[in-house]
């Protein structure tokens, strides 16, 4: 399965509200609907295993 993140290099000082959404965005709740999306195949499976790095 492929990953995806994103970073934004900057100090917190100078990271703006977006550029912090954005980071939260991607590397957050692509993980969560990713999983989701997942869990329905492996319950019906009645296996399965997920492992986020």
Do not use: E
Not at 16 to 39: G, K, R, Y
Request: aromatic share 8%; net charge positive; charged share 20%.
């Amino acid at each position: 399965m492929p990953n995806a993140g994103i970073t934004r290099d900057r100090s917190i000082r100078k990271m703006n509200d977006n550029d912090w959404l954005d980071v939260i965005q991607t590397n957050l709740n692509a993980v969560f609907f990713c999983t989701t999306a997942a869990m329905q195949r492996m319950t019906n499976q009645k296996y399965g295993r997920i492992i986020n790095i």
